[in-house]
């Protein structure tokens, strides 16, 4: 598939690129980004360049949509939000967002723009989302976008090699 951008009133989505990497390591040596989502700790620009060039090749190979999320005033980095294949008409839904730009409704706005793409665009029917226990604002976002916490798998997946408690929810139709 053919790389997209997508727009909001206050946001531009799009591939990320190799100029993006410095912006992308920076937002991912966050505590709280490397305390919830899997990446490398440290995070170092070779790292935000492997990232884009695996989101170059989930778009090409049609199994993953990820984005960067830009102010569409500035052009600064806010965050990141992806879809991923799980199996047919399934994706999972990712997303962080870069510290100076938390608490301002960049994320779920960008997600649910997102979403809105992904049931228009690539025919699912379902989307998962998955949190460590104790991400909060993932799961604000989420609960945001209409997603159902639908339980909480104990010790289900490694990050940084430990077992962790996981939430896990699911959206069955457009957010509003």
């Known amino acids: 598939m053919e790389t997209v951008e997508l727009r909001t009133e206050r946001l531009i989505l799009r591939c990320p690129r190799a ?28 790292d935000a360049r492997a990232y884009i060039d695996g989101a170059v090749s989930g778009w090409a190979a049609d199994t993953g949509y990820a984005f960067g999320v830009y ?10 939000c992806q879809l991923s294949r799980v199996e047919p008409g399934v994706v999972e839904l990712g ?12 994320t779920a706005e960008a997600a649910r723009r997102l979403c ?13 989302w998955w949190a460590v226990v104790g991400n909060e604002g993932s799961r604000a976002v989420a609960l945001s976008l209409g997603f159902e916490v639908e339980g909480l798998l ?3 997946a490694l990050l940084r090699g430990e077992p962790q408690d996981w939430w896990v929810g699911g959206l069955l139709e457009r957010p509003l």
């Open 154 to 156: 104990r010790r289900r």
């Open 116 to 128: 809105h793409w992904g049931f228009d665009t690539l025919g699912i029917h379902r989307i998962d």
């Open 19 to 46: 100029d993006d990497a410095v912006a992308i390591a920076a937002a991912c040596a966050d505590p709280q980004i490397q305390r919830f989502v899997p990446v490398p700790v440290p995070y170092t620009v070779d």
């Open 71 to 80: 102010l569409a005033a500035t052009g600064d980095l806010v965050g990141s």
């Open 95 to 106: 997303y962080w967002t870069a510290p100076a730009a938390r608490r301002r409704g960049y």
